[in-house]
């Protein structure tokens, strides 16, 4: 079993910067690849970046050049540090946990409580 938990998440201006954070604990040598998920009043959660443990990438069109995840292997920390950030992102940041470098929440088996990122003007 995989635990996830989220932390750094709170209210943010228009064009300023946040990061979020989530410390994996448990079986850790399961999982392969870790993700950032949103979910946005009223609207469907949606991939928002995940990281391998090579090094490799995936961002969701809406974050490319903004956003940057990085991940601390020895301490098993993921994060996510979101620069000019816009209205439009804010919502609740979930970290996720699988085997697959796919950003799609179906390859994900563990999922933390989620952070909540707003961003006023």
């Known amino acids: 079993q995989v635990q996830l938990v989220e932390s750094g998440g709170g209210s943010v201006q228009a064009g300023g910067s946040l990061r979020v954070s989530c410390a994996a604990s448990?079986?850790?040598?399961?999982?392969?690849?870790m993700a950032w998920f949103r979910q946005a009043p009223g609207k469907e959660r949606e991939g928002v970046a995940l990281?391998?443990?090579?090094?490799?990438?995936i961002y969701a069109d809406t974050v490319k050049g903004r956003f940057t995840v990085s991940q601390h292997t020895t301490s098993n920390t993921l994060y996510l540090q979101m620069n000019s950030l816009k209205l439009e992102d804010t919502a609740m940041y979930y970290c996720?946990?699988?085997?697959?470098?796919?950003?799609?929440?179906?390859?994900?088996?563990?999922w933390g409580k989620g952070t909540q990122v707003t961003v006023s003007s």
């Open positions: 448990g079986a850790t040598h399961t999982i392969s690849v």
């Open positions: 990281i391998s443990n090579d090094g490799s990438t």
């Open positions: 996720a946990a699988g085997r697959f470098f796919r950003l799609q929440e179906s390859m994900y088996n563990y």
